[in-house]
Nanobody, 126 residues
Framework: QVQLVESGGGLVQAGGSLRLSCAAS????????MGWFRQVPGKEREFVAA????????YYAESVKGRFTISRDNAKNTVALQMNSLKPEDTTVYYC???????????????????WGQGTQVTVSS
């Protein structure tokens, strides 16, 4: 069982930066691939970024590539999402997720993740 708690959301102007953090409980954090998703009300959860167990492989949605960076610290059981050059269309709730099975083909699919955080709101003003 893994419990995930996100933090770091807030209000920022377009072009600004935010850093989201996700703290995980449990002793097996390093055995989970981790991902960030976002969801606009009424729409499906959208893949943002993912990172492999050890952090050597990262994956990004095209819409955030070059602007967002995912990282993890297995010693501290945390995963972060550094978001730069934010745009108003990045406004929504962001979720941290953990996946027991690591497969690059499935990392973009929300259903493949086993545990989810409660979400943190990011609002980008124009």
């Amino acid at each position: 069982q893994v419990q995930l708690v996100e933090s770091g959301g807030g209000l920022v102007q377009a072009g600004g930066s935010l850093r989201l953090s996700c703290a995980a409980s449990g002793h097996t954090f390093s055995s989970y691939a981790m991902g960030w998703f976002r969801q606009v009300p009424g729409k499906e959860r959208e893949f943002v970024a993912a990172i492999s167990w050890g952090g050597s492989n990262t994956y990004y949605a095209e819409s955030v590539k070059g602007r967002f960076t995912i990282s993890r610290d297995n010693a501290k059981n945390t995963v972060a999402l550094q978001m730069n050059s934010l745009k108003p269309e990045d406004t929504t709730v962001y979720y941290c997720a953990a996946a027991r099975q690591f497969n690059p083909v499935f990392l973009r699919i929300a259903l493949k993740y086993d545990y989810w955080g409660q979400g943190t709101q990011v609002t980008v003003s124009s």
